[in-house]
């Protein structure tokens, strides 16, 4: 692939493109696909004004997106988990977690490992927010407050509300967002994940352990609630969360892609010249809101796309044909998933049955997937547990199954 882009840029470089591709956002997505891009050859700018920063998110990182890090060992101050707690009303659930199953970070650690990666692959830091964006005969002009630079391609990994997604596309609706909301708790040092099903707004609740801090917050779809409710379900479990009395606590909240399986098959993740990542392009799984592998990995797939004779069209595919297969179903699940008698009786399942925690553990993981998870859940033989969540799923009453 050197040689295909060495050959390229003989033809740009009289439109004055100065760099094969510009990378707009330096976050997971877009430092692997610099990291990549540049190790194939390719004259990359990453344009990102914000480092180093800490990022609004509760910072879990799977194993299997810890797999793409070429270099593991970079990754420092990460709290490895060693169990997760699952609550709903009064019924609680511990699972065990095998390590590096989920090592939770620090964002500004674990994003800044990521950009060290891209530079030192030969990746340039343009530091500055890119503030405007043009296209002209076969370049990009991408304005900020380091100057103007040219590329002949544009990457978006800026974000949700980024400025990319709407220069070349559209920018979300409200019915296909999420909102996050809750705090970084100060002086607090564990190893427990929590995760609670809340009924009111339909969602979650959960509390990530970092080394020094908890990050704590609640999760709903955007239609149904507001970040001043979601802060109240926060700050009530607090109260009751003995690890964090009486700890400082700093606010954070921020929007989470939450795409429906219509809203995926109107997605345009490329086009001429351009390429969305991660939440740019809505890749977050819906009922978990986790993203960082699948930026990750959408950031492998457009590097691994730009090598192609027509890469917008290979990059698109890739992504319809990975990712988003696996967070239709995703979103096939979701909102049987949040039903109250659900999570009830898929609590009670973890404290009766090893297989089912297994296959728990292997869904924190990253490991496994939607396409085989029933099949997995009925071959444990659970076969009551396992038809009354079936029978959930489907909308139909449990009791009316036979089990």
Known sequence: ?????????????????????????????????????????ARVAIVDGSHPREKTCGGGVTARAIELVNEPAALVDGCAIQSAAFEADEIRAHVAIPSNALTVFPRAAFDAA???????????????????????????????????????????????????????????????????????????????????????????LWSFPRTDHLAVGTC?????????????VTDRWLTTYL????????????????????????????????????????????????????????????????????????????????????????SALKAAFFRPRFTRLLIEALNHSAAIRAVMIDLIAGRQDYATLKRRLLGTLEFGVMMKLIGLKRGRPAEARPV
């Open 114 to 204: 990521l950009l060290s990666q891209a530079l030192a692959s030969g990746a340039e830091h343009v530091r500055g927010r890119a503030r405007a964006i043009d296209r002209s005969a076969a370049c990009w002009t991408i304005a900020s407050a380091s100057g103007p630079l040219r590329a002949r391609w544009l990457i978006g990994a800026d974000g949700p509300s980024g400025i990319v997604r709407k220069c070349v596309f559209r920018p979300f609706g409200r019915n296909q967002l999420s909102i996050a909301a809750g705090s970084f708790v100060d002086g607090v040092a564990c190893t427990e994940v929590v995760v609670r099903f809340v009924s009111s707004p339909r969602g979650y």
């Open 1 to 41: 692939m050197l040689d295909s882009w060495a050959h390229d840029m003989l033809n740009y470089s009289n439109a004055g493109c100065t760099y094969d591709v510009a990378v707009i956002g330096a976050g997971p997505a877009g430092t692997i696909a610099a990291r990549d891009l540049a190790r194939s050859g």
């Open 243 to 330: 690890p964090a009395a009486d700890r400082p606590r700093r606010r954070y909240a921020w929007p989470i892609p939450s795409l429906s399986s219509h809203d995926l098959d109107r997605e345009q993740p490329a086009g001429a010249g351009w390429m969305l990542l991660g939440d740019a392009a809505g890749l977050v799984d819906p009922i978990t809101r986790e993203g960082i592998f699948f930026a990750m990995r959408s950031g492998q797939l457009a590097a691994q796309a730009l090598g192609a004779h027509d890469s917008a069209r290979a990059y698109k595919a890739a992504v319809c044909d990975e990712l988003h297969a696996e967070l239709r179903r995703a």
């Open 220 to 232: 709903a779809q955007a239609t149904e609630t507001s970040t001043t409710a979601l802060h109240d």
